[in-house]
Each structure stands twice: as structure tokens, then as C-alpha cells.
């Protein structure tokens, strides 16, 4: 397994291949089906999302709250096509990375390949053991959506895989 940091995921990209094995460390942001909703309306309208979108990395997660004495409970990928309407405008605004489950559509193997950017893949039904990669977990947008609010996660040696690749590879064959 290839041990990174959200932060050296631009440059590692470059040499990084669909199936390759990954922890990754550091911050990522949680965003499913509703914040992508109002991502999208935000970038229309001219105003700022609520992160840094440049070499930042979204997971399409909606965690369930956290048990005592843990930052954040299950926390499994969801289904990353739903997202796909709206992922090739957020890589071409400097998003590295995009985690979930499933293939993507062709656009957004397009947008991988033109941003220099990844889809990797976190487990699917694994969420309650994902939850022990998190250190610290906090809402910082639309705490109205509830667990699909934007989060902001600190993991450390969060197991995922490469699912999509700048040279257009995917471990799916309909990527």
C-alpha cells in the first residue's frame, strides 16, 4: 500500500494506476446528492463554495452521528454516479479527488483525464470500520441536510483504492 497525504495527491497522481492500494492522511469533505445540489447552484451564481475547492478531495459520504466517545459514526461511500452531473465542473475548478463507490460516466473519465485528477474508491459496507480512519469530524455547511451536510474529516490511513486514473484506467470496465 502507497501511504499519502491529501495535500501530495496533485503530484502523485501522475504516477498512480487504477487498482493501485492507498491510505490516505489528512483532510477530506464529505458531500452526497443535496450540497453537490447547492455546490452547483453556489458556482452559478458566483459565490464561493464553502471549502477550498483546489487539490481539495470530496467523499461521498453521508456519516451517521457519532457514538460516545468517537468523532463520527458509519461512514460508507455512496453511489458516486449520482454525483456525476455535477463532478467534471468541481475537477475543473482544482479538485483533486473524488472518493465513493461504482463507476463513473464518461465526462467525468474526460475531466480525470484533462485535471490531472483521481476517483478512488473507499469499501462499500464497510462503513463502520471506515469510521476508525477518522480523527476529527465537523459540520461546516448546511447543517440543515442533516448527515448529508459538508463535513470536514481529519482520517489518518484511510484505506481506499484507485478506481479512475488520469491515463483514462478504471477498475470498472465501464468507467
Do not use: Q, W
Not at 145 to 167: H, M, N, W
Amino acid at each position: 500500500m502507497i501511504e499519502l497525504n491529501v495535500c501530495e495527491l496533485r503530484d502523485a497522481a501522475l504516477s498512480l494506476k487504477a487498482g493501485d492500494a492507498i491510505l490516505l492522511s489528512g483532510t477530506l469533505y464529505t458531500a452526497r446528492d443535496a450540497a453537490h445540489k447547492r455546490f452547483a447552484a453556489a458556482l452559478s451564481a458566483g459565490k464561493p463554495l464553502p471549502f477550498p475547492i483546489r487539490n481539495a478531495a470530496i467523499y461521498y459520504a453521508g456519516p451517521t452521528p457519532a457514538p460516545n466517545g468517537l468523532p463520527i459514526g458509519s461512514i460508507g461511500p455512496t453511489t458516486s454516479a449520482r454525483m456525476d452531473p455535477y463532478a467534471p465542473a468541481l475537477y475543473d475548478r482544482g479538485l483533486v479527488a473524488t472518493i465513493g463507490k461504482g463507476a463513473r460516466s464518461p465526462a467525468v473519465r474526460e475531466a480525470l483525464i484533462r485535471n490531472k485528477a483521481l476517483y478512488l474508491c473507499a469499501l462499500g459496507g464497510a462503513g463502520a470500520l471506515a469510521c476508525k480512519a477518522v480523527r476529527r469530524a465537523e459540520t461546516i455547511a448546511y447543517p440543515d441536510l442533516d448527515c448529508e451536510s459538508v463535513k470536514r474529516l481529519e482520517v489518518i490511513r484511510f484505506p481506499l483504492f484507485v478506481a479512475g486514473d488520469i491515463f483514462g484506467d478504471s477498475i470498472y470496465p465501464d468507467l
